[in-house]
């Protein structure tokens, strides 16, 4: 089975709703026919905010717009859009991302594992990692969940063909270690990174871009240019993400010995 898969990279302006929302649809139109279009993590407002607060009142005016937009332009191009917006639920803030498939909303994952200064802006995702089957099954991760191998587990054996990672990266080690993700769960990955820069007067973000597809034997289909607004699909074989045999007697899932990873608590290290 064959499928296209794509990311858009684009050049985002914190706060600037109508400008992020009009490049995103110019940078549409440089694909051909994907069947799935990953999007950047807060795809539609930027990314560097003052405080919580700031982040609550972004949401409010423009979470349910994110949405309604990712449901409109996977209406228009007859495809699954996956992107990341703020998410408003009673007093919680999430850092999600929704996946909408023509016209329809699938679902939202709450990102799980907050980095750095997301830990006062956000509360942390409550709920597990799902898999949605759109002709072929996808998983979502956001960008700092791939430092923790459980979330790419999870969704490998929940049965995702491809994960779907909507990321701002400012450093370099996602690129590599999505490849491991890919490998050690014999699925492709779509990384969409953004690019532009978020000026906050405190502080200065600057998005290197460099989203990815790889494949499930480690190999990078394609990778975007750094500081450069991108567009890219690849026709994959969603066969070879079905394909969990290492060698002809090494399995992916079937070789794991889940009876042998002690996990209480009592045997973690953690520092006082």
């Known amino acids: 089975m064959e499928a296209a898969i794509a990311f858009i ?5 914190f706060g600037d709703f109508e400008y992020n929302v009009e490049r995103i649809y110019n940078l549409f139109e440089r694909l051909s026919s994907p069947d799935l279009v990953v999007l950047p993590e807060l795809s539609f407002t930027g990314y560097l905010f003052r405080d919580r607060e700031e982040v609550y009142r972004l949401g409010e005016k423009y979470g ?14 007859s495809t699954a859009v996956v992107a990341g917006f703020t998410e408003l639920d009673g007093g919680k803030i999430y850092n999600s991302a ?31 990692p799902e898999v949605y089957d759109i002709g072929f099954r996808v998983g979502i991760m956001i960008c700092f969940d791939w430092i923790f191998p459980e979330v790419a587990r999870t969704l490998g054996l929940k049965g995702a063909d491809v994960i779907a990672h909507p990321s701002n990266l400012v ?7 999505m490849l491991v993700r890919g490998r050690e769960n014999s699925v492709y990955t779509v990384t ?4 532009g ?28 240019k750094p500081y450069t607004e991108e567009a890219y699909e690849a026709y994959v074989d969603i066969s070879r993400a ?31």
Do not use: C
């Open 9 to 13: 990279q684009p050049r985002l302006r």
């Open 64 to 77: 349910e717009e994110s949405l309604k937009e990712g449901l409109e332009l996977s209406d228009k191009y």
């Open 98 to 128: 929704f996946i909408a498939y023509r016209g329809e909303l699938l679902g939202v994952y709450r990102k799980i594992h907050l980095f750095k200064d997301e830990k006062d802006w956000f509360d942390p995702g409550d709920k597990p």
């Open 171 to 177: 450093f370099d080690y996602a690129y590599t270690a």
């Open 192 to 195: 969409a990174n953004r690019v």
């Open 197 to 224: 820069v978020d000026d906050r007067g405190f502080k200065r973000l600057v998005f290197k871009g460099m989203s990815q597809i790889t494949s499930p034997d480690m190999k990078i289909i394609y990778r975007a």
């Open 242 to 272: 079905r394909d969990k045999w290492i060698t002809d007697k090494n399995h992916v899932f079937g070789d794991r010995r889940p009876e042998l990873y002690n996990l209480d608590r009592e045997y973690l290290y953690m520092e006082d």
